[in-house]
């Protein structure tokens, strides 16, 4: 069985633009959740989607948003892009959104802001 | 807020020492703790789920422990191939979809 697959792998973008990082979630699971992960630190929540709702978000400002497909599958998009968005972007899929289960994460998308 | 703190932060290893990785966490109500394993560049590799005080679970070389306060990975006769960075995460009760993580330990075990 195919894990979380993410795309692409590694991203270079310059200051302003925008992004958009795809997630396919494992096949059956019906949660994806999004996380930042700077260099040195753990991963930081930014949002969990359920059956095509969002059902959790993190402390990150409005240029950063998030939709889930009917497949399950899901869109991350960063807009007004900044230095400080440099990271790697993992997404986790669950199979269930009330937690207590564990998520299995893709390798990530390297984003490199310029 | 929960709060999850790893110590130490780095620990070198010599192959076959055995020690442990600590996990201090803050949280209203546990829903579960969860260890994960992180290989640089790539997303972590989940390890193990604890529900509930006392509870252990293991996997090969690994004991994962947990009392109301904090959670022990205990490493025992580690091998080269056990290097990586150990992150713990908290879900709470209230906002379990969440997983707060730590900023890891990172293992390097010399052969």
């Known amino acids: 069985d195919a894990g979380v697959t993410q795309s692409p792998t590694h991203l270079i973008k310059t200051r302003g633009q925008h992004v958009t990082l795809r997630c396919s979630p494992i096949s059956g699971h019906k949660s994806v959740s999004w996380y930042q992960q700077v260099l040195g630190q753990g991963p930081q929540f930014i949002f969990q989607?359920?059956?095509?709702?969002?059902?959790g978000r993190g402390n990150f400002p409005d240029r950063f948003s998030a939709r889930q497909f009917p497949n399950y599958s899901s869109e991350l998009n960063v807009n007004a892009l900044l230095l400080g968005d440099s990271a790697l972007y993992l997404c986790a899929s669950s199979l269930t959104w009330t937690g207590g289960t564990e998520a299995f994460f893709g390798q990530g998308t390297r984003l490199t802001v310029v | 807020e929960d709060q999850v703190t790893q110590s130490p932060e780095a620990l070198r290893l010599q192959e076959g020492e055995s020690s442990s990785l600590n996990c201090s966490y803050t949280?209203?109500?546990?829903?579960?703790l969860f260890w994960y394993r992180q290989d640089p560049g790539k997303g972590p590799e989940f390890l193990f789920t604890l529900y509930s005080a006392g509870e252990e679970k293991e996997k090969e070389r690994l004991k994962a422990t947990l009392t109301k306060k904090e959670s022990f990975l205990h490493i025992t006769a580690p091998k080269p191939e056990d290097s990586a960075t150990y992150l713990c995460?908290?879900?709470?009760?209230?906002?379990?979809?969440?997983?707060?993580f730590g900023d890891g330990t990172t293992l390097t075990v010399k052969p």
């Open positions: 995460a908290v879900q709470e009760d209230t906002n379990a979809g969440k997983s707060t």
């Open positions: 949280v209203s109500g546990l829903r579960g």
């Open positions: 989607y359920y059956e095509k709702e969002e059902r």
